[in-house]
């Protein structure tokens, strides 16, 4: 407050200062003019005498002009200059510096927080943007997984059905081959063994067999005299027997049961002169009289 009277009071003076300088020039102006306007001229009184006879004249007095006063310049009329006005000091301001700090200080508060939001919302967006960046190319990630997934499983698929075909196709192969080849063995040991039939070797087989047989069966008290029973013995390569079945026999229980034990007691059977006579399921045909 008082640097700003200070101030107004330096303003005043040099207007002061000003005035008087005007007043001055003002003043000279003022001189000059008169002293450059002409004085005004006052005609003397002549008194003269009318006559009618011209005597000579007198040539008239040499009338001396009036000296001229030179007027003195005036000297310039120095005004005093006026008094500075008095300047009341004003009324001492309230001190307000602590609201005013308060409220700077709010207002900081408020930018700062302002920045503070402007700052974290900055941070959630990048985030967010971020986050959904991710999300997908996480999601493209896994779509072209599953594309690959699905791509391979077709392939997989592709190519476990071609194997199929493909092992069908070789197992068909050799199917044909094997019974072309079964087909072959069976007409040959088939050719071989009608040959040993037609040479009497296949009834010396079956005879050996049940020679065998008679030694070994108990013959039961119900056999009747016309007994005939056809069974047929299923037999492993060795004459190992595996099974025995009936055909026909027209004795009673006893007797079926006699002939199944005397069977199984022959085993192994004795082997066929002729590899080819071998039969695994050879068929005999039993009586009671030996």
């Known amino acids: 407050m008082i640097d700003r009277v200070f101030r107004d009071s330096y303003n005043i003076i040099p207007a002061s200062l000003a005035v008087l300088l005007h007043v001055l020039i003002l003043g000279s102006m003022i001189a000059v ?22 005597p000579e004249v007198a040539p008239p007095p040499v009338v001396e002009p009036e000296p001229v006063v030179e007027e003195l310049e005036p000297e310039p009329v120095v005004e005093e200059p006026e008094p500075e006005p008095v ?21 900081k508060r408020r930018l700062d927080a302002l920045l503070e939001k402007e700052r974290l919302e900055k941070i959630r967006r990048q985030e967010e943007a971020e986050r959904k960046k991710k999300e997908k190319e996480e999601a493209e990630r896994k ?29 068909e192969r050799l199917r044909r081959e094997m019974e072309a080849e079964l087909r072959q063995d069976e007409i040959d040991a088939e050719s071989e063994r009608l040959a040993a039939v037609d ?13 065998r047989i008679y030694r070994n ?18 037999q492993a390569r060795g004459g190992d027997v595996l ?22 007691r022959s085993s192994p059977l004795p082997d066929p002169p002729e590899p080819n006579l071998f039969d695994p399921n050879i068929l005999l045909n039993l009586t009671k009289q030996q």
């Open 33 to 54: 003019y008169d002293l450059a306007r002409p004085t005004p001229f006052t005609p003397l009184a002549v008194q003269a005498t009318l006559v009618t006879e011209f």
């Open 87 to 107: 300047v009341e000091e004003p009324e001492p301001e309230p001190d307000n510096s602590e609201e005013l700090r308060r409220q700077a200080e709010e207002e």
């Open 143 to 171: 779509k072209r997984e599953e594309e690959e997934k699905e791509r391979k499983r077709i392939e997989a698929e592709k190519q476990r059905e071609e194997d199929i075909r493909r092992q069908r196709e070789e197992n």
């Open 199 to 211: 040479s009497g070797q296949l009834a010396v087989y079956q005879a050996m067999i049940q020679q």
């Open 217 to 234: 069966w108990k013959v039961p008290a119900s056999a009747q005299d016309d007994l005939l029973c056809s069974v047929r013995v299923r």
């Open 243 to 264: 099974g025995v079945s009936f055909v026909r026999c027209n004795g009673d229980e006893a007797v079926k049961r006699s002939i199944e034990a005397a069977i199984k």
